[in-house]
C-alpha cells in the first residue's frame, strides 16, 4: 500500500512538472493508463507546459512519417528489383517472338523512359496500330487501363482527328485525355492524311518496369546490357 502511495505522489509530481503520461509511464511501468488517468484529472498543466507536449506529439509524427517514407522507398525498390529480374528472364524466351521484340525496340526508340509511367507518342497510324497490338497482346493491358491524347494544329479537325485515332487504336473517345489544339501559320494541310500526334498512355508502373527489364534482358542476350544495368539502378536509387 506504501509502494502504490509513493507511486501516486511520484506520478502526480511528474505530471505537475509537465511529463506526459508516456513518459510517465516509462518511469513507473507498473501502472495502467486508467490507474494514472484518475491519479492525474484533477491536475491542469500551464500554457507552457501544453506548449511541450503538442510540440512533443508533433515532432512523433514527424519521426514516424519519416520512418515510415523510408521503409516504403525500400518497398518500393525491392519490388522494382524483383519485377526487372523477373521481366530479365522472361526476355531470354521471348526474344525470338517478332512482335515482342519489334515492340521492345521500338518503345525502347519512342516511348516514355521517364517518371515511371508508360506512354509512346507517334504521328504514324501504322505504327500507333502496332504498339496497341503490342501492348494488348505482349503487355497484357487491360483495356480500360487505355488512355489517348492527340496534339492537333488549328488546321485540324477536331471531331474529325479523335474519331480517327479512335477507330485506328480501338480505344472510345470517352477514355480519350482533352485534345492539344496548337497555332500554325499554314493555311492547309501539306499531307492531306495527316491527323496529328496521337499518343498511348498507360498509368502501370509496374508495366513500366517490366519493359524495362524486358530491355535489359535483350541486351544481355546481346552481351551489351552494362548501359542498361546502370540505368537500372538509377531508377532503382530515385525511387
Known amino acids: 500500500m506504501k509502494a502504490r502511495l509513493e507511486e501516486r505522489i511520484l506520478a502526480r509530481n511528474l505530471r505537475k512538472e509537465g511529463f506526459s503520461f508516456s513518459e510517465i509511464l516509462e518511469k513507473i511501468p507498473n501502472l495502467s493508463k486508467g490507474t494514472l488517468n484518475v491519479w492525474l484529472k ?40 524483383y519485377i526487372i529480374n523477373v ?28 517518371q515511371e509511367r508508360v506512354g509512346f507518342t ?26 489517348i491524347a492527340l496534339s492537333i494544329m488549328t488546321l485540324h479537325d477536331k471531331n474529325e482527328s479523335e474519331i480517327f485515332w479512335s477507330h485506328l487504336t ?14 500554325t501559320l499554314l493555311k492547309g494541310k501539306r499531307n492531306p492524311s495527316y491527323q496529328g500526334t496521337c499518343r498511348i498512355v498507360i498509368s502501370d508502373k509496374s508495366l513500366f518496369r517490366k519493359i524495362l527489364g524486358w530491355r ?17 539502378e538509377q531508377v532503382n536509387s530515385n525511387h
Request: hydrophobic fraction near 40%; glycine fraction near 4%; charged fraction near 35%.
Open 42 to 81: 484533477d491536475i491542469e498543466l500551464t500554457k507552457k507546459q501544453k506548449e511541450r507536449l503538442l510540440m512533443k506529439i508533433q515532432v512523433g509524427a514527424c519521426r514516424g512519417r519519416v520512418i515510415g517514407a523510408f521503409a516504403n522507398r525500400r518497398k518500393r525498390i525491392e519490388i522494382t528489383k
Open 122 to 147: 507517334n504521328s504514324d497510324p501504322i505504327m500507333i496500330q502496332f504498339m496497341m497490338k503490342w501492348f494488348r497482346e505482349i503487355c497484357k493491358v487491360q483495356e480500360t487501363r487505355f488512355r
Open 170 to 183: 480501338r480505344v472510345p473517345l470517352s477514355r480519350f485525355n482533352k485534345t492539344r489544339i496548337k497555332p
Open 216 to 232: 535489359l534482358g535483350i541486351l544481355e542476350k546481346l552481351k551489351m546490357n552494362a548501359p542498361v544495368a546502370q540505368r537500372i
Open 87 to 114: 521481366a530479365r528472364n522472361e526476355a531470354n524466351d521471348k526474344i525470338t517472338d517478332t512482335l515482342f521484340l519489334m515492340g521492345a525496340m521500338l518503345y525502347w526508340a519512342e516511348g516514355d523512359k521517364t
